[in-house]
């Protein structure tokens, strides 16, 4: 099982950055995707997710508004689109699987609940 995140870099803020994460070695359209964040000296937290079959999405108020999660599940790939950043969204930020039984739209929000993590990438939003 394999979850790759790509897509981070440097930004200034306000502006905008697509996160990818590309699953293998899974039934992805069996998971639900979690997109969590991890800054320097802080505990990961939950930024948001969507559910296996893409009709329910779940957001931190924090990110509310601003990013927006999507999944394409011929590609096995699911998306965060990061709008209007701002510095203290600064973190490497990581995916996360987890099965759940067909017809869920159940999105956790607890890193205990998923099984699989990605290798994270860093996003750095300049002030």
């Known amino acids: 099982v394999q979850l790759q995140a790509s897509g981070g870099g440097l930004v200034q803020a306000g502006g905008s950055l697509r996160l990818s994460c590309a699953a293998s070695?899974?039934?992805?359209?069996?998971?639900?995707m979690g997109w969590f964040r991890q800054a320097p000296e802080k505990e990961r937290e939950f930024v948001g997710g969507i559910s296996r079959g893409g009709g329910t999405t779940y957001y931190a108020d924090s990110v509310k508004g601003r990013f927006i999660i999507s999944r394409d599940n011929a590609k096995n790939t699911v998306y965060l689109q990061m709008n209007s950043l701002k510095p203290e969204d600064t973190a490497v930020y990581y995916c996360a699987a987890d099965y759940v039984a067909s017809g869920s739209n159940f999105v956790p929000s607890s890193t205990y609940v998923y099984d699989y993590w990605g290798q994270g990438t860093q996003v750095t939003v300049s002030s």
């Open positions: 070695g899974r039934t992805f359209s069996s998971d639900v």
